[in-house]
């Protein structure tokens, strides 16, 4: 059965930070890339981060760069998502999923339900 977890989202002030999980099954997670996404309202869904199969490529979105930090556990089919100097504009639902391109970012099927983060002034 496929299915995808993601945590660890909530309210933060600016400046913040947050720690994302993403906790797999059935999606052969050692063996893909991984990615974050986020969705804030009104606005498309963008790709934040991704990272290959064996961790020693990550790609960031340029407004996240310094700031967000990609991981992942292939033993526990989990990929993280460290979070620091929070800003407003991270305000959004991030999503987890398989990142075929660490390079364009675009991610394959979207399973789990999100976690929500948002960031105060």
């Known amino acids: 059965q496929r299915q995808v977890v993601e945590s660890g989202g909530g309210l933060v002030q600016a400046g913040g930070s947050l720690r994302l999980s993403c906790t797999t099954a059935g999606l052969a997670f050692a063996i893909n890339n991984w990615g974050w996404f986020r969705q804030a309202p009104g606005k498309e869904r963008e790709g934040v981060s991704c990272i290959s199969a064996s961790g020693d490529i990550t790609t960031y979105v340029d407004s996240v760069k310094a700031r967000f930090t990609i991981s992942r556990d292939n033993a526990k089919k989990t990929l993280y998502l460290q979070m620091n100097n929070l800003k407003l504009e991270d305000t959004a639902t991030y999503y987890c999923?398989?990142?075929?391109?660490?390079?364009?970012?675009?991610?394959?099927?979207?399973y789990g339900q999100g976690t929500q983060v948002t960031v105060s002034s």
């Open positions: 999923a398989r990142c075929p391109d660490v390079d364009l970012m675009r991610p394959l099927t979207f």
